[in-house]
């Protein structure tokens, strides 16, 4: 049962991933009618935005529902007399694990509130890679998102003094060289537009690349906000989508009236998207991809945060990198069958090899990068075998205002892969137990 659940989880963790990838660029050239009655593309950089947080809202009622469903079984389980509360492994009985982890805790608006500075981060980042896939592949724009293990080493080795072992680095020159190549291959792909089209393909790459740092940035918010937050996991992702939605609310109406040109990630008339929504052409095609795409991130954070939990983030480097390979695969699906239309994904051409030689660079990188973190995990494990104390020491220490010690953030490096459903887990980890001390 164990297995089939682990294998479940990979596989919508691989195939949702690769089709809110896709879908990301897709929306960008369906087409719809404008105020003015010409058809355009609904490149809407901000609307994309607002069409994750609006998924990550949708954690909420499954948490509410994973927790009635737990409270039932808690009840049936007590109320047999052949059947334990508890199992040996610690779960409710009548496979109440799954229910467990999905489940809903009571939060205060303090809590709430508390999520507000890695919904900022998470907004900004996410708002800089719609606007820089508009510019971009697919797949060259998820294989520039390897560039936050950069930025998260950084980010270590910078502000929380950690030492990076020589296998760290060596992971890191591979991914510049990886992330330089496929940077290069993008450049060089040929466009209808000429050669004006490489300056906003390079803006694209940017914009992508600038996007992970704030990502490694929003790693540290997170764990620092997760030490001072009680909440189950999906209600973390749930209410900072509600925050999210709040913040765009408030921003689209800021950038409706901003001056520059629609859909190039400045000004935006959001009157205008959702008449485009509603005079698609075909009449279904940008309400579908866009309804197809909240469902798919919705359900890639769920999977993605079952993988972490079972797999482990190593494991799950090595899923993300081959999700990054089916993005190509089913770009090149979409560029030459008729599922395309004629007109969605990429082909292959030339500068392709140089994509391809690029990203398996990249994979290599990763690989090697994730090798170090597990040795380094095998020394901090042989280290608490020898010295118990020393682990106790490491443990995250809760001080009387609720703020958290440096100490309890060693390890943030390794979540370089992190988003929504990594947060979730920092949820879960960064809780104190029942039994810890209030203060020291």
């Known amino acids: 049962m164990v297995h089939t659940s682990v294998t479940v989880s990979v596989i919508g963790l691989l195939l949702f991933g690769t089709i809110s990838s896709i879908l990301s660029k897709v929306v960008y050239q369906t087409e719809g009618e404008d105020l003015s009655g010409h058809v355009k593309f609904f490149k809407k950089p901000w609307a994309s935005t607002a069409l994750m947080f609006v998924a990550m809202v949708m954690c909420l009622p499954i948490a509410w529902v994973a927790s009635l469903v737990e409270s039932r079984q808690k009840k049936s389980a007590a109320s047999s007399e052949h059947k334990p509360l508890l199992s040996d492994d610690g779960e409710t009985s009548a496979g109440g694990g799954a229910a467990a982890k999905l489940s809903a805790n009571p939060a205060t608006f303090k809590e709430i509130m508390i999520l507000g500075l890695p919904m900022a981060f998470d907004l900004t980042a996410t708002l800089l890679m719609s606007v ?235 690989l090697i990068y994730s090798r170090g973190d597990q040795l380094e995990e095998g020394e901090e494990k042989q280290k608490d075998e020898a010295h118990p104390e020393a682990q106790e020491n490491r443990r995250t220490v809760f001080k009387a205002n609720n703020t958290i010690v440096r100490s309890g953030l060693h390890n943030i490096h390794r979540r370089r892969w992190r988003r929504a459903a990594n947060a979730l887990l920092a949820a879960a980890r960064m809780q104190p137990d029942e039994e810890q001390p209030a203060s020291h």
């Open 132 to 366: 820089g896939l508009l510019y971009v592949t697919a797949s060259v724009y998820q294989m520039l998102r390897g560039a936050e293990i950069l930025f998260s080493a950084i980010f270590a080795v910078t502000f929380l003094k950690r030492s990076l072992n020589k296998r760290h680095y060596i992971g890191i020159a591979f991914c510049l060289v990886g992330i330089s190549m496929v940077g290069a291959s993008s450049l060089l792909k040929p466009t209808e537009g000429g050669s004006s089209d490489a300056g906003k393909v390079l803006l694209g790459m940017v914009l992508i690349v600038v996007a992970q740092a704030v990502q490694a940035a929003q790693v540290v918010m997170e764990d620092y906000a997760m030490s001072n937050v009680g909440m189950a996991p999906l209600q973390v992702v749930g209410y900072e989508g509600v925050l999210g939605v709040i913040a765009l609310a408030i921003l689209l109406t800021i950038v409706q009236f901003l001056p520059g040109k629609d859909g190039e990630g400045i000004h935006e008339d959001t009157i205008e998207s959702f008449h485009m929504i509603a005079h698609s052409v075909p009449f279904w095609a940008i309400p579908a991809v866009l309804v197809a795409n909240s469902l798919s991130l919705l359900l890639y954070n769920v999977a993605g945060m079952f993988v972490t939990e079972e797999l482990g983030a190593v494991s799950r480097t090595v899923f993300e990198s081959a999700r990054t390979l089916f993005v190509w695969l089913g770009d090149l699906l979409l560029f030459y069958t008729p599922l395309g239309f004629g007109r969605l994904g990429e082909g292959w051409d030339r500068s392709s090899y140089l994509q391809a030689a690029g990203f398996a660079v990249l994979v290599v990188g990763t």
